[in-house]
Structure formats: C-alpha cells, structure tokens
C-alpha cells in the first residue's frame, strides 16, 4: 500500500482546490468571453462579406457609368447630326416659303380658263397675305363665274374675290379682275389631292 502525503502549505491547497471546483462567476465570466468572442468573429465575417458585395456593386456600377457615358457620348453626335439637318430643312422651308409658287398658278389658271377667255395681265402684291391680280376677258358671265369658281377649288388660292366686272360694249366681252390670295406654298394642294 502506497500513501502519498501532501506537504504543501493548506493555503495553497485551499486555493488550488478553488480552481477546481465549480464556480458560478467563473462560469458567467467564461460566457461572456467565449460570446464576446463569438459575436466578434460574426462581426468580422459580415464585414467582409458586406465589403466584398459593396466592392462589386462599386464594380458592376462603374461599368454602368462607363456605358452611360458611351451611350451618352454617342446620343450627343447624333442630337449634333440632327440639329444640322434641322438647319438644312429650316433654311429649305424657308426658300421655299419665300418662293412664289409660279408654277401652281399657272396650271391653275391653265386648269381652270374656257375657251374664249383672254388673260390680259398678271400681277403680285406682295404683303401679309399676298395676292395675284389678274385681269381678263371672257364671252359670258357664265364663264367668269365658273373660272371664279375654278380657281377657289384648285388649292392654290385661299380666297378669290371680283371686285370688278364690265360688259365692253365695243367689243362685247366681259372685262373683269379678280384677287387671288395666295396660300402658303406649303398649304398647296396637288390637283390629285383634292
């Protein structure tokens, strides 16, 4: 039989069997360490998950705002290639609207004239609303009427007034003027489009 005898002071094994021995704040202590610990770890880990997320929502943005600026480089060239073509087709209504549409009178009158009418003259007032003048000579009444008539359905003219008409008794014809006003030439309708 063997016996072992112990020969430490009795404070020293009093503290010693503390250690050992259970200890509700040591415990407690224990916990809030390993939790401290824990939550710390969690905590690190989050960060960087959430740092490695915001880098490629930096990225994936970045590529966005390299694309936006493409796009918006491209959208300037063409908003430059439109606005000059704007201003060809500004300066091209503004010839034409400056123009006097010569052609569409002519037909008109060519379109609409009976045989035995006689045009004498032909004049432009310019202004506001600007106005051809014509004076001519037809066999009846009938004739200047349905001329008159003729010219407001060719969609040259806005109105066409007679201010004047007389039976020449030399000749015996019906002398006459009429005020054309003009449209825009931009308002001109073809004879097809009636």
Do not use: H, W
Not at 96 to 123: V, Y
């Amino acid at each position: 039989m063997k016996m072992q005898f112990d020969l430490r002071p009795a404070d020293l094994i009093k503290r010693e069997s503390k250690k050992r021995s259970f200890n509700l704040t040591r415990l407690l202590v224990m916990l809030l360490l390993l939790l401290f610990l824990g939550s710390t770890g969690f905590y690190l880990a989050a960060a960087t998950l959430s740092l490695l997320a915001l880098r490629d929502s930096v990225e994936y943005k970045q590529s966005e705002v390299n694309r936006m600026e493409t796009s918006k480089t491209a959208l300037e060239a063409e908003i430059r290639r439109l606005q000059q073509r704007e201003k060809v087709f500004t300066e091209t209504l503004k010839i034409m609207q400056d123009d006097l549409p010569t052609l569409e009178i002519f037909e008109a009158l060519e379109t609409c004239t009976e045989p035995g009418m006689r045009i004498s003259d032909l004049r432009y007032a310019a202004g506001a609303s600007p106005t051809v003048i014509l004076n001519a000579a037809a066999d009846t009444d009938e004739q200047t009427t349905l001329f008159r008539i003729g010219l407001e359905n060719s969609g040259v003219f806005s109105r066409v007034t007679m201010p004047t008409s007389k039976l020449d008794e030399r000749t015996r014809k019906v002398q006459f003027t009429l005020n054309l006003t003009l449209l825009p030439i931009g308002q001109i309708k073809t004879p097809g489009a009636r």
